[in-house]
């Protein structure tokens, strides 16, 4: 499929889902991170509490991605990552993504994100300026990669609210679970 | 009136609920008490706690609400109307009020509670109070920024019909 061909699909399926009001979900976002932050004295605590939090709504959100989505499964990695950042990511946030970064061995990939949802109108104070606000899309996209057989990491590298120009996720493919693995993933 | 129209975001509804019960979860995850009375009110106040952010902010980037009066029943209109239909995509269904500051607002088919279907089960009564408590700090929070101190509570008639009751302090 083209790129165009994906945003076009992201689009419908855009149009297929119900939606809520956007400051709704910032903020609920906001107040919960806020509760964190106070149950919490570490931040890396934190950082990784919000990661579970997104991949228990990744490994539910990806059935109704599969559902809407109208698409045929996808060719590999690379195109899953034109799926993920054209498609997925504006079904659920109502924004697109773009795929850039990939390393030579088509396992590593960065999504640059202009415009964050989850952020909207949010500043951080300095002391928290080594929390991954966000950090719960990394969580979201490792649970549903996993869901379609891709084991993932994924990090926030850059982030606006921390002072960078973009919002950026690193995401690197650590295997690929399926029962033929190929030699390159093979755990030893 | 005038004004440009709010320009609106969005995101699947799916998503925003998954993060609620996400919420929730943080609510009664740093709970402690092994009384389970005592732990329900804590988990309780918590929740109602982050409704009431949620609340409070909302209000202060509603431009309409620049054009409102101080009279507590046209506040309260506002928020049956405007921020019902921004949070729960259509208004209160009806607003009485004892004018001695006590209002109840019915909502008939509460957007919120739709998703639970059928479902009786411990664990969806228990969600539903969970969701009734953060609309509670929601409307508490929206109230409180418009100038008006108050407690909410609410009650389910039957799912999803339900009262939220604002006793003005």
Redesign the interface.
Known sequence: MSARSHARAGDVAWGR?????????A??????V???LE?HSEIDEVNE?LEK?GY??GI??VD?FLAKSGLPPCSGFVETAEVVAKVAFR????VTADVTGWNPEGTVFSLLLADN?LA??VELPRQYRTLSYSN?LCGVLRGALEMIQYRVEVQFVRDVLRGDDVNELRVELKEIMNEEMSEEYKED | MSGAPEIESSVAESFFELLMFEAFRVAKDSVSSEDPEARAQLVKGRIEAMGFDVGYRKIERSASVKLLGRHPLELIKFVCKDLWLSLFQKQADRLQTNHRGMFVLNDGNFHWLKRLGKRRDPSALELSEHILDFACGILRGALTNLGIQSAVYAEIKEIPSCTFTVKVK
């Open positions: 889902m119900t939606k809520v009001n956007g400051e709704l979900f903020l609920t976002y906001g107040a919960m806020k509760r964190l149950d509490h939090m228990n709504i539910r959100l109704e079904m659920f946030l109502g949802p909207e109108f719960i």
